[in-house]
Nanobody, 129 residues
Framework: QVQLVESGGGLVQDGGSLRLSCVASGSIFRVNAMGWFRKVPGKSRELVATVPTLGSPIYADSAKGRFTISRDNAKKRAFLQMNSLTPEDTAVYYC???????????????????????WGRGTQVTVSS
């Protein structure tokens, strides 16, 4: 099993920036695509962005133009640079890996929670108005 640990969350003002990090350990052979999801109370986790081992990332519409996902394959880390944050971005952000479907499906439909098998515990991001 893969262990994922997120860091970098916190409190930021409207319009501010944060950079989230995620590091993988354990059964790292299962680390393929890496993704960031977020969850607000009363809703299921929703995709923010994913990036394959090699290739182009996929972003949710809400993240396009503001967030950038990247990864360091050698260090088994993923990052999410978040700019121009708004209160609507307030959520717990989760790192995920061990994608169970072909990455190309992400170009046809939005990845959901069920598509990833390994999850971190999350890091809180709060954007104040």
């Amino acid at each position: 099993q893969v262990q994922l640990v997120e860091s970098g969350g916190g409190l930021v003002q409207d319009g501010g920036s944060l950079r989230l990090s995620c590091v993988a350990s354990g059964s790292i052979f299962r680390v393929n695509a890496m993704g960031w999801f977020r969850k607000v109370p009363g809703k299921s986790r929703e995709l923010v962005a994913t990036v394959p081992t090699l290739g182009s990332p996929i972003y949710a519409d809400s993240a396009k133009g503001r967030f950038t996902i990247s990864r360091d394959n050698a260090k088994k880390r993923a990052f999410l640079q978040m700019n121009s944050l708004t209160p609507e971005d307030t959520a717990v952000y989760y790192c995920a890996t061990d994608l169970q479907v072909d990455y190309g499906l992400g170009l046809e439909r939005r990845f959901g929670e069920i598509d990833f098998a390994s999850w971190g515990r999350g890091t809180q991001v709060t954007v104040s108005s």
